[in-house]
Structure formats: C-alpha cells, structure tokens
C-alpha cells in the first residue's frame, strides 16, 4: 500500500470517529434542559464537515485500492460476508451521514438563542441526532469487522 | 407583515427533503443495482465506479432540492420544520433497514 492510500485511510478512519463523537455529543447536549446552543452549532459543524471528509478520503481508498487489493482477500479468506455484508451495507448508508448532520447542522443554525424550540422540533431534532449516531456507530463496527476479516 | 417563510426554517424544511431525496436515492439504486445489473452497469460506466455514481447523484439531489425546496419554502410561511424532519427520521431508517435487510437476505438466507 502507497504512503498516500495509508493516509487516506487513516483519514477516513479517525474523520469518521470524529464524526460519530461529534453527532454523539450533540445528541446528548441537546437533550439537557440547559444546553448551549453555541456548543451544538459547533458540534453540528465538526460532525458534518467531519463526514464529509472522511467520506472523500474513505471513497478515494475504496475506489482505487480496496476493490483491487483488499477485497479478494477477503471474499478468499474465512469470513467472505464481512465484505458480502458489512462492507456492502457500510458504503451505501455512510452515504446517508453526510446529510443528515448537514440538515441537523442547519436546523441549530435555524433556532433563536433567546427562545426555546418549538417542542415537536425539538424531539424531532434529537431522533434525528439519535438516528445519525446509530448509523454512524454501524458504520465503525463494519469497519472494525473488516479489519479483522482481512487479517 | 411579511408573509414570508424566513429564510433560516424555509433552508431546513428544503434540507430535509432534499437529504430524503438522496436517501432514498441511495436505498434504492443500491438494491436496484443488484437485482438488475445493466443498471449497476451504467453507473460504473458513467462515473467510473457504481458507488461513485450513487455519491454524485446524491450529492446533486441534494443541493437541487435544497435550492429549489428553499425558494418554495419561503412562499409558505405555514410549513413547519418539524413535519420534514421527522419524515427524515422515518425515510433515513426505513433506508438503513432496506439496505441491510436486502443484504442479510442475500448473503445469509438466500
């Protein structure tokens, strides 16, 4: 493996745990009586750019190394449904992060720092953060589970 | 009285539905592709890479109906943010569980 797919990877690694962290802290921030809004802008903010850049570096290594390299491995190794399943569910709903922390990033942009949301937006809202988070915590156990198959 | 969506709700209410859009854009070219290879064909054709096609058709879904979904937003000032972003929640995990109920039956009980 070059220097620069070892990078890549690494990257989506450690942007993608960033960003399941970040979607994790807004979510419990967000359901305290007092929460700073400040804070969940900022956590907002982490968490999408975070997706999306984990999702660049992520997609570059899976496009030109993983298909070539990494995948015959596995599919010839003991545990051929850690690509067959994970790897397959993994790349299509990390898809979804993306735009989910981007409407939830958006929504805190939307709220008014001296009046509290309205109560079905709120709950809304933290599903939402709940949801991406879910998503998010599949997506790193795929990862991990691929890791370990292809060893 | 401004009878204006401002501008700040009318970009989550577009957001929202654009983010479904791509959701279930993603759900269902996935499934789609594997049961119907020509489709999956034309993607890889078309963008290199079939997951490629996926990601750059979300991405333009997206931004399209975010656009789109912001100016027409803004002519309803009754729309609430909340109604879209609870059809999210529902559409993100219906998505979640198709893609992963399509695999799980493809791989382990097929």
Same mark, same amino acid.
């Given at each position: 493996m070059t220097t620069l797919f070892l990078a890549m990877l690494i990257a989506h690694i450690l942007l993608g745990v960033v960003g399941v962290g970040a979607s994790y802290t807004t979510w419990m921030g967000f359901l305290k009586t007092k929460y700073s809004l400040r804070m969940l802008r900022a956590t907002s903010l982490i968490a999408a750019v975070s997706y999306v850049l984990s999702w660049l570096s992520g997609g570059y290594y899976y496009a030109l190394y993983y298909g070539t390299n990494v995948k015959p491995t596995i599919l010839a190794g003991a545990y051929p449904w850690a690509h067959k399943f994970f790897? @397959?569910?993994k790349e299509h709903v990390f898809i979804f992060l993306p735009f989910l922390a981007i409407v939830a990033l958006l929504a805190f942009w939307s709220l008014d720092d001296r009046e509290a949301p309205e109560g079905s937006f709120r709950k809304a809202l933290l599903w939402l953060l709940g949801v991406t988070t879910a998503i998010g915590v599949f997506v790193t156990l795929s990862g991990v589970v691929v890791s370990g198959a292809v060893r | 009285m401004d009878q204006r969506n401002t501008w700040t709700n009318s970009l989550v209410i577009?957001?929202?539905?654009?983010?479904?859009?791509s959701v279930i854009w993603v759900a269902a070219s996935t499934i789609v592709g594997e049961l119907h290879a020509p489709f999956k064909n034309f993607l890889k054709a078309t963008f290199t890479h079939h997951w490629i096609g996926k990601g750059v058709i979300a991405v333009a879904c997206f931004l399209f109906f975010t656009l789109v979904g912001t100016l027409l937003a803004r002519k309803y000032p009754s729309w609430r943010s909340s109604v879209p972003l609870w059809i999210l929640v529902f559409i993100s995990?219906?998505?979640f569980f198709a893609i992963g109920g399509f695999?799980?039956? @493809?791989?382990?009980?097929k």
């Open positions: 790897i @397959e569910v | 577009a957001s929202a539905f654009a983010a479904m859009a995990v219906v998505g695999y799980f039956y @493809e791989d382990f009980l």
